[in-house]
Nanobody, 126 residues
Framework: QMYLSESGGGSVQAGGSLRLSCTAS????????MGWVRQAPGKEREGVAA???????AYADSVKGRFTISQDNTKNILYLEMNSLKPEDTAMYFC????????????????????WGQGTQVTVSS
């Protein structure tokens, strides 16, 4: 069992930046794809970014060029650097892990991640 805990959410104005962090414990390691998934009120969960076990990354088109996913394997921390934020980025952001499929596939099928954090709210005002 993998346990995930996010931090770093908050409120910013459009054009601003935030960095989300996710600390993993329990059954961690390099054998799983990790990612970030967001959900806005009244909308389905959307895969945002994923990082594969070989370090390659995948992004949703809506965030490509603005968001960067990375991880510190020594500390079991996953990051999401978010720049040029837009009001449409407003959502609850969840750290997700335990995925065995490639990140590009998991972004389209986020329910296939096996472990989830509690979420952190990101609000972007115009």
């Amino acid at each position: 069992q993998m346990y995930l805990s996010e931090s770093g959410g908050g409120s910013v104005q459009a054009g601003g930046s935030l960095r989300l962090s996710c600390t993993a414990s329990g059954d961690t390691g390099l054998k799983y794809c990790m990612g970030w998934v967001r959900q806005a009120p009244g909308k389905e969960r959307e895969g945002v970014a994923a990082i594969n076990t070989d370090g390659t990354t995948a992004y949703a088109d809506s965030v490509k060029g603005r968001f960067t996913i990375s991880q510190d394997n020594t500390k079991n921390i996953l990051y999401l650097e978010m720049n040029s934020l837009k009001p449409e980025d407003t959502a609850m952001y969840f750290c997700a892990g335990g995925g065995f499929e490639p990140g590009s596939w998991l972004l389209k099928h986020p329910s296939q991640f096996n472990s989830w954090g509690q979420g952190t709210q990101v609000t972007v005002s115009s």
